[in-house]
């Protein structure tokens, strides 16, 4: 499990989300996951966005952001937490945790 992701207030409620994972994006270096696509047992797609706390020491994000890497490979089965944020919460945020 990965704790200390995005803790933002102005999202609306969270949602459980768990799927496989069949695509991954990064940030322009290339190293930090800033998103991935989860397909539910259904066969239904959905993005799940990656922000990662800036409040995190240097520390914590040695240990964060590869352990990100690891959790949500791709071919990797998750099951998670997200904040829907936006525009009548369309977008989905993970939340501080992940397994």
Do not use: W
Not at 10 to 19: F, K, N, Q, S, Y
Not at 28 to 40: H, Q, R, T, W
């Amino acid at each position: 499990m990965v704790t200390g992701l995005y803790n933002e207030a102005d999202c609306r409620p969270e949602a459980l989300v768990d799927g496989k994972v069949i695509k991954r994006e990064f940030a322009d270096n290339g190293v930090v996951v800033s998103g991935f696509v989860l397909e539910k047992a259904n066969g239904t797609r959905e993005f799940v966005n990656v922000k990662i706390s800036e409040d995190l020491s240097t520390a914590a994000r040695r240990i964060v952001i590869p352990g990100l890497q690891r959790l949500v490979r791709e071919g990797r089965t998750v099951h998670g937490r997200v904040k829907l944020c936006g525009v009548a919460g369309h977008v989905e945020v993970l939340k501080k945790e992940i397994k």
